[in-house]
């Protein structure tokens, strides 16, 4: 697959395939948009990552569902997340994470790693981070340590005598990393916000799928 920066919540990608479900699996992407009372353009970032995970197809400015976005909306919230897993591993983006992620000898890295590996050099890049960031999370390829701001592998807790490995920045206050194994969050995305609001703290809860508000008109998840 090709390297694509999801600029969208998971939310609001499911949003959108809930929708288009609503209509028959096939429609024109002005129509949904004007059915969410949004510009077409505050859609475009969910169909167009949508499509990089091979979920839907355009064509002539109309969007269909494929059998893997199909399938994916037919399934429990767990196998949802398994199957978006395993479609951002075929990403070249997620499976270059990943894998730089399980050669790391201290099995983590970064923030400034991530963006050198990455290539992030737009204004917003920032923004392409978090957005990385909260996808992995959510569907457990990797969770994010906010004292030293790092990546880790899922399954790995670091003990509470070892000292945060510095990355030369300050720590992000607020608490424990709401990860795969269930861990609290001291706070929990506000439904709506665009995604360059979105932080590693403040992504939806793992096996959660808000929709937010503005694409909620006609959605049930």
């Known amino acids: 697959m090709p390297t694509i920066y999801p600029k969208c919540a998971p939310s609001e990608m499911m949003g959108l395939l809930v929708l ?22 505050e859609i475009l970032p969910s169909s167009d990552f949508a499509e990089a995970l091979q ?44 894998r730089a992620l399980e050669s790391s000898a201290e ?8 963006q050198q590996l990455i290539g992030v050099t737009v204004p917003s890049a920032d923004s392409a981070l978090l ?6 999370r959510f569907v457990g390829l990797f969770r994010f340590d906010p004292e030293g701001r790092t990546l880790q592998p899922v399954h790995l807790r670091r003990s509470p005598r070892s000292p945060p490995p510095s990355s030369g920045r300050p720590p992000a206050g607020g ?5 795969p194994s269930g861990a609290r969050s001291t706070s929990s995305s506000s439904a709506g916000n ?25 959605t049930n998840l």
């Open 131 to 136: 957005n990385i960031i909260n996808w992995g």
């Open 55 to 98: 979920l839907v197809r355009m064509k002539d400015g109309r969007i269909t569902l494929t059998d893997i976005g199909r399938k994916l909306l037919a399934a429990t919230i767990r196998d949802r997340k398994e199957l978006l897993r395993e479609q951002l591993k075929r990403t070249t983006l997620f499976r270059t994470l990943v």
């Open 20 to 41: 288009l479900n609503e209509h028959k699996g096939e429609d024109d992407l002005a129509r949904l948009a004007d059915d969410l009372d949004l510009e077409i353009d």
């Open 175 to 179: 608490g424990a990393d709401s990860g």
């Open 194 to 218: 665009p995604p360059h609001n979105l932080s590693p703290l403040t992504s939806p809860p793992v096996g959660t799928i808000p929709v937010p508000s503005r694409f909620s008109r006609r």
């Open 107 to 114: 099995h983590q890295l970064t923030e400034e790693q991530v």
